[in-house]
């Protein structure tokens, strides 16, 4: 029986055993969603037809954390280990490997577990479907997947036991930094005794109290079919898909989870819910449990402490938080009004304190109760309370004087803005879109009801043009008459290390009481066998591929065209137009180059392209000019932008056709904006004006943004770890990667170290000087826009690149390695072909890093090599430094301009075992053949990367950034097509020869604790 979907006079209607509960209009998307449940399974399915290619599909099950064992980070790693009829390793990795797709992960949030994939294609689409839905309710669960993603006793050649596992290492990794543990200590604190108060990922300090028993009756009791949602999206017909799950999975589903009983409604779930929204819902009554009550008798405040690694921190976090009960646009609208930028009135109060040095404020919406927080990092110890006390009083004020229209415009321009435009921060839009979905349906709540952003902030708008007081009512309401308040306080601990290393040994010791060392050891060995065993073709074949024959060999590249408008000196300004999908909106650049300046100053270079749109311009003061820019564009920031020309010929006949332009291989420093094209006038007048009367007095305000920048690098230094390591070790390679070093690399780390606030003055002549003299060398001006934009845009551009003062672009002076070498910072320790550079600091984990020569861009040997990268990803390091050297991640890559060969780990409990494992991964590899079938598989799953989807803005840029280094994307089409004649024996040979080139270059780098043995040059680092 076949009927209309989306036809709301078809619900109650049933297909293929389906029953269409909902048909949902979504105007706001421009389109609708159908909701069915399966009447004898109870599965769930809500598709959002959307007129996208680009399909996605998630398996998502609630999952509300009960202690900190982790079990359902485990169990989301576990299923992916092997089920049924994918009787693999690892049949995620083989997909990845295998089938082309533009996402596929899986997640573990402290509520629920959700697995998405999508694809262009859609032969892919639905293998990646079988094979999820078998992973997640027909997976092996093996004793020895529990030991290898959990955790288990290794012992060493020295009979020294650890504890290792994958999630173990992990979540270890998660405990290195102050911020990340502070912020989530912030959301425990919040949501005491329910899910939300214990480490959904696993705390590595209860993980070992997990058994495999427990293990096995957590699947059996969250991952049945009446406690799935499918979430789909995109324009394959549902019809199709309801038809494929029918046949490959339903009748399995009734058989192995005895589905009998016809499920009417949703009832039979509520049981799962319920106790979960009663916790969520108890910390409404949490104020009569508070201490510390003030004179109202209903009112209370609580104060919480913690502690966190002092590792990145410069001073404690204190936050004050306010329950705000269930999710709206209101508070959204609220915190942005309040909170929203530099300029909004409470961040200018906050900013203005030096109580401490980033703000911590926003509306925390993650579940189905939700709270303000308001506070600052880096708070010294004893002006707690003073914090406490402004944060209370900046309220009471901003209620009583009211807020200024210009916050409540900048408020809307910044929303307006942002629910149009569509982004792929992390993957496909259709992501975000399930974010909203599963926040609804994991709580019993209709699935669309978060789905209609847009109207309902068309409601708030009418609200607030009727009503005068409306903001200052929602003050009282969330703020000044809030019930209950939380004040958080989270310190940096010296020990924080050492008492979770004694835990951990105390675990460790009461294991081996009663332990058979020789039992163990023979489990390990099992383990390790098992672990190091290569699946064959054969094995793998399971998992359906898409063969080379059946791919369109026809690639999109998005393009740039190059015009020219007339400038202040009526000379030719290069105009660089992409014309994109950009939904009403539009982006723009102006670029100077700074490669005519002193090397010397290039250290600046990033300092001063994030300072130059926040010191104010015009002689006004910066937070008049930000809120001013916040009610007309999007967003504005300075920006930096370097690259190299590869040495292909085509390359450099590119260079050799535009050589009179000056526009190619140079280095940049400008400014960017985006804005709705309905107000395209007034951004380019403003960017105008910023650009000619940008100011460099305001020492007060620079000093801030110091402090800031100080403490966020040091933040950042652990986390960053491996980016650190590789530039490091790439930086006497060539003049670009050198200055990629003094850019972003460790010798950036040092210059912002240096900075000093009684030198402020000085710095800021240094930034004006950099400034003109960039201005002074000739512009450029680049804008991506839909073609409706771009017919208002185009005309005004001539009259903006005059009012900006934009002249005729002067060459460049070239640079060569020896010029930059000075200004690397401990030089002497990156020298020599085979150096290993170390860096210590205090952390729980550490990265490898270590790069040796390739081949030239578009090169056969190049195209072979990158597939060679792409098959030692899925295969040879994923295996010995993933699987068996329990690191989170691995990752090797080509970089063909530059001819380097990059490896590198990630959280990584060994680094320095790992440095050396790279070179024997790809000796291994040079010496075995590959097979034929295999490699057309990773050719294919290379090919991906090529047809993966853009948002407009990305197509924007990478076109024009392309073009700035010589290798515009029309050459895409021929690097696929030598991508798509790489064979076995090409990628056998580009093995040797990277293995061969070891001999030749191998810089290597560590990252890792102090207590870790290792030699090589040991980096001073200024923490
Ligand atoms: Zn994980």
């Known amino acids: 029986m076949f009927f209309d979907f989306s036809d709301s006079a078809n619900v109650g209607k049933e297909y293929n055993g389906f029953i269409l509960l909902s048909v949902d209009d979504l105007p706001d998307y421009k389109t609708k969603a159908v909701y069915f449940r399966h009447k004898i399974t109870g599965l769930e399915v809500y598709h959002i037809l959307a007129e996208d290619k680009e399909n996605l599909f998630a398996f998502a099950f609630r999952t509300f954390a009960k202690n900190s064992k982790g079990m359902a980070h485990i169990m989301e790693h576990s299923v992916l280990c ?75 050649e020295k009979g020294k036991l650890s504890i290792q596992g994958v999630v173990y290492n992990e979540m270890k990794g998660n405990y290195s930094s102050f911020q990340p543990v502070a912020y989530s200590k912030q959301i425990n604190a919040m949501f005491p005794d329910c899910f939300a108060s214990y480490e959904s990922g696993g705390d590595p300090l209860e993980i070992p109290s997990l058994t495999y028993e427990e293990f096995l009756d957590f699947h059996k009791k969250f991952y049945a079919p009446d406690n799935c949602l499918l979430y789909l999206y995109g324009d394959i017909p549902t019809s199709e898909q309801l038809d494929f799950l029918n046949e490959n999975l339903i009748s399995r589903l009734e058989k192995k989870y005895n589905c009998t009983g016809v499920i009417e409604n949703a009832e039979s779930k509520l049981p799962l819910i319920k106790p979960e929204i009663k916790k969520l819902q108890k910390l409404k009554k949490r104020a009569c449990a508070g201490s510390g009550a003030g004179e109202r008798s209903d009112y209370t405040t609580e104060t919480i402490y913690d502690v966190a690694p002092e590792t990145g921190a410069s001073g404690n976090l204190v936050t004050v938080n306010y329950y705000s009960g269930k999710a709206d646009i209101e508070k959204y609208f609220l915190s942005d009004v309040l909170f929203g930028n530099d300029s909004s009135p409470l961040s200018v109060i906050l900013k203005e304190s030096g109580l401490g040095d980033e703000e911590q404020c926003y509306n925390f919406g993650q579940f189905q109760e939700e709270f303000f927080t308001i506070g600052l990092w880096n708070v010294k110890k004893g002006n707690e309370e003073k914090l406490f006390e402004l944060i209370q009083k900046s309220l009471q004020d901003i209620y009583k004087k009211g807020v200024a229209q210009v916050d409540i415009d900048s408020a809307v321009m910044g929303i307006d803005f942002n629910l149009r435009e569509e982004n792929r921060y992390w993957g496909p839009f259709s992501i975000t879109l399930m974010e909203k979905v599963m926040k609804c349906w994991n709580y019993g709540l209709p699935c669309s009801k978060r789905l209609s952003p847009i109207s309902d902030f068309e409601v708030l708008k009418t609200k607030l043009r009727k009503d005068k007081n409306y903001i200052k009512k929602l003050i009282k309401k969330y703020f000044l008459d809030s019930k209950q308040q939380i004040r958080f306080i989270c310190e940096p601990s010296k020990t924080f290390f050492k008492e979770r290393a004694k835990v951990e040994k ?137 690259g190299m020309v590869p040495d292909a010929p085509e390359c450099l006949e590119f260079v050799e056709k535009n050589k009179e332009y000056n526009f190619i291989n140079r280095n940049w420093l400008g400014i960017c904006c985006k804005a709705l094209t309905s107000r395209a006038s007034e951004t380019l007048e403003m960017l105008a004006e910023v650009i000619t009367k940008m100011d460099f007095n305001d020492t007060k305000r620079f000093n801030r943004i110091l402090s800031q920048l100080k ?52 710095t800021l002549e240094i930034f004006r000087y950099i400034y003109e003299e960039c201005r002074r060398a000739g512009g450029i001006i680049q804008i991506t826009a839909d073609e409706e934009s771009l017919k208002k845009i185009l005309p005004l551009i001539e009259q903006f690149a005059k009012a900006a003062g934009i002249t005729k672009l002067q060459p460049g002076i070239k640079r060569s390695l020896e010029d930059y070498i000075p200004y690397i910072r401990q030089a002497d320790k990156a020298t020599g072909n085979f150096c290993t550079q170390v860096m210590k600091v205090s952390s729980q984990t550490g990265y490898a890093a270590a790069i040796t020569d390739c081949s030239s861009f578009l090169t056969n040997e190049s195209a072979a090599e990158n597939v060679l990268s792409t098959w030692l990803n899925n295969h040879t390091l994923w295996d010995k430094i993933r699987t068996i050297g329990g690191a989170y991640g691995a990752d090797c890559r080509i970089d063909a301009g530059s001819k380097n060969f990059i490896m590198s780990s990630y959280r990584d409990p060994s680094p320095e075992k790992t440095a050396e494992l790279f070179k024997e991964c790809l000796k291994e590899v040079a010496e075995t053949p590959f097979d034929p079938e295999e490699i057309e598989k990773t050719v294919v799953s290379c090919y991906g990367d090529y047809i993966y989807p853009q948002s407009a803005k990305e197509r924007g840029t990478s076109s024009f950034e392309s073009m700035l280094y010589g290798s515009p994307m029309s050459l895409k089409p021929a690097v696929v097509e030598k991508l798509l004649s790489v064979k076995a024996e090409d990628v056998n040979k580009a093995a040797v020869s990277l293995y061969e080139n070891t001999k030749k270059l191998y810089r290597t780098s560590i990252f890792c604790d102090k207590s870790v043995d290792c030699c090589g040059n040991i980096l001073k680092i200024p923490l």
């Open 82 to 156: 092997g089920s049924e009829k994918y009787p693999l390793k690892e049949p995620f990795t083989t997909l990845n490997a295998t089938c082309i797709n533009t996402f596929l992960n899986a997640l573990t949030y402290p509520d629920k577990t959700v697995y998405p994939a999508a694809s262009t294609i859609r032969k892919d689409y639905f293998t990646m479907m079988d094979v999820y839905a078998d992973a997640v309710f027909f997976p092996l669960l093996e004793h020895a997947t529990f030991l290898q993603e959990g955790y288990r006793l290794e012992l060493d």
């Open 506 to 642: 105390e675990h460790i010791k009461s294991f081996e009481k009663n332990l058979d060392k020789e039992k163990l050891k023979k489990n390990l060995d099992e383990l390790h066998a098992y672990q190091a065993k290569l699946e064959t073709s054969e094995e793998t074949a399971c998992i359906p591929t898409t063969k080379i024959s059946e791919l369109d060999k026809k690639v999109d590249f998005p393009k740039c065209e190059l015009n020219f408008v007339e400038g202040a000196d009526n000379s030719k300004i290069p105009l660089f137009v992409c014309r994109e999908n950009t939904n009403g909106l539009f982006y723009m650049n102006v670029l100077y180059p700074f490669d005519r300046l002193d090397i010397k100053y290039y250290e600046h270079i990033p300092l001063l392209s994030s300072v130059i749109t926040n010191l104010g311009w015009g002689g006004k003061s910066w937070d008049v000019c930000t809120q001013q820019m916040a009610c007309i564009m999007g967003d504005m920031m300075g920006r930096t932008l370097t």
């Open 711 to 762: 403490s966020e690098k040091k933040a950042e230094f652990v986390p960053s770890g491996r980016n650190c390591s590789i530039k490091r070790i790439r930086c006497m390679n060539n003049p670009y990667l050198a200055l990629q070093e003094i850019l972003w690399g460790f010798s950036q780390f040092e210059t912002s170290m240096e900075y000093s606030k009684k030198d402020s003055k000085k």
